[in-house]
C-alpha cells in the first residue's frame, strides 16, 4: 500500500551535505537587494524567502554601493513634511531612492564617482556632499598662472594625464593670493584652462586631482 510521505521543498538538486536544511527554518544566510516586507505567514515556494521582498528592480550591471539616506523636507497643504530617500553608486554613477516605485533612479550629470572603492557621504541641509577621491593627476611647485591658463615645466603635454573636466579640479596651495580649488573647464597639449582666475603668479604650488 503507498505510503503518503511530507516531501519539504526542495525534493533534489541540492547537496544536502553542504547546504540543504543545515540551517533553522527560514534563515538567509546572505542575501542582496532584499528587505523585510511581512510576517512569516504563507506556505513555502519554490525560489522564494518568507518574508523578504526585492525592493529595487532593475540591474545596473554592478553591485550598488551605499552611499547615505537623506531626509527631504517638503511641504503639502501647508503642513511641512519629511521623507527619507537612500542615495547609491554603481558602474561610477550616482541613484536616488524612488519610494513610490520602488526603483532606484540614476541623477542625471555629467559627473562620476569611483565604482573600485567605498566612499562616504554626509547630508548637510538638502543637499548630500560625496567625499569621492584619486591618485593625483598632476602636481608641482613650478607652475605658472596665466589669467585662467595654467602651466608647469614638469608636463610637456597635459592631454596625456587623463584630467577629466567634470570630475577633477585644481587646488593651488601657494602663492597665498593665488590659493583655492579652481574647476578646470578645458585641458590642451601646453596648459589648462581654468573657470576662473587664480590671479597672474609664477612658482605656485599645485595639484590635480577628482574633487570630493
Known amino acids: 500500500m503507498a505510503k503518503r510521505m511530507l516531501v519539504v521543498f526542495p525534493p533534489g538538486g541540492l547537496d544536502k551535505k553542504a547546504s540543504h536544511r543545515q540551517s533553522k527554518p527560514f534563515a538567509t544566510v546572505d542575501c542582496l537587494n532584499v528587505r523585510p516586507t511581512e510576517t512569516i505567514d504563507n506556505r513555502t515556494r519554490g525560489g522564494c524567502r518568507p518574508g523578504l521582498e526585492s525592493p529595487f528592480t532593475g540591474d545596473p550591471g554592478q553591485s550598488f554601493r551605499f552611499l547615505a539616506p537623506m531626509v527631504l523636507a517638503s511641504e503639502e497643504d501647508g503642513a511641512p513634511l519629511s521623507s527619507t530617500m537612500l542615495v547609491i553608486s554603481a558602474n561610477g554613477n550616482i541613484y536616488s531612492e524612488s519610494v513610490s516605485l520602488g526603483t532606484m533612479n540614476q541623477v542625471t550629470t555629467d559627473l562620476t564617482v569611483r565604482d573600485d572603492v567605498l566612499l562616504s557621504a554626509a547630508q548637510n541641509g538638502q543637499k548630500l556632499y560625496i567625499a569621492d577621491y584619486g591618485d593625483l593627476r ?31 579640479v585644481c587646488v593651488i596651495s601657494a602663492p597665498e593670493d593665488s590659493a583655492g580649488t579652481f574647476e578646470i573647464s578645458s585641458v590642451a597639449s601646453g596648459a589648462i584652462t581654468l573657470t576662473s582666475s587664480p590671479g597672474d603668479n609664477t612658482d605656485c604650488t599645485f595639484r590635480i586631482e577628482r574633487a570630493p
Open 138 to 168: 598632476a602636481s608641482g611647485t613650478n607652475g605658472v598662472v596665466s589669467g585662467a591658463t595654467l602651466d608647469s615645466a614638469t608636463y610637456a603635454d597635459w592631454t596625456t594625464l587623463g584630467i577629466l573636466t567634470d570630475d577633477d
